[in-house]
């Protein structure tokens, strides 16, 4: 699949649906509970919903009764940026994927050993490959 940079807005508004554009594009928050994968527990890889890059590892997701998608760690740390994110008068850090830029969520330092990382992710950010 092509960079973000190389898909003008309006083929991503034709190709996603409408939450999946405004988290990914718009950063914006599904509801808790709601989305496809938050307990999940196939095993396989989740990928970028815009781009297709392999993000995260089912052997990496853990249940952190959040109501989102929750992993230890990245597929790749390679594979995901991290950025300040100071909006909602909170200070996060952003997770994108770093090949396209999409918003996938963010990373909290409670996660369980070995990072101590939680990774909290859109659902809608995702899409899952057996």
């Known amino acids: ?9 309006d083929d991503l508004k034709k190709r996603l649906t409408e939450e999946e554009y405004h988290v990914t594009q718009e950063k914006g928050t599904e509801a808790p509970f709601s989305g496809a994968f938050w307990n999940s527990k196939e095993k396989g890889m989740y990928h970028c919903v815009v781009c297709g890059e392999p993000l995260f590892s089912s052997e990496t997701k853990f249940d952190s009764g959040t ?6 760690s ?3 740390e390679h594979q995901v940026a991290r950025s300040d994110d100071l909006s909602h008068g909170m200070q996060r850090i952003e997770v994108t994927c770093k090949n396209c830029g999409a918003h996938l969520g963010h990373v909290f330092p409670d996660g369980p050993g070995p ?7 859109n659902s809608c950010s995702l899409k899952f490959q057996q």
């Open 1 to 9: 699949m092509p960079k973000q940079q190389d898909v003008s807005q």
């Open 115 to 121: 990072t101590g990382e939680r990774y909290c992710i």
């Open 67 to 72: 109501g989102w998608p929750s992993f230890t």
């Open 74 to 76: 990245a597929h790749g």
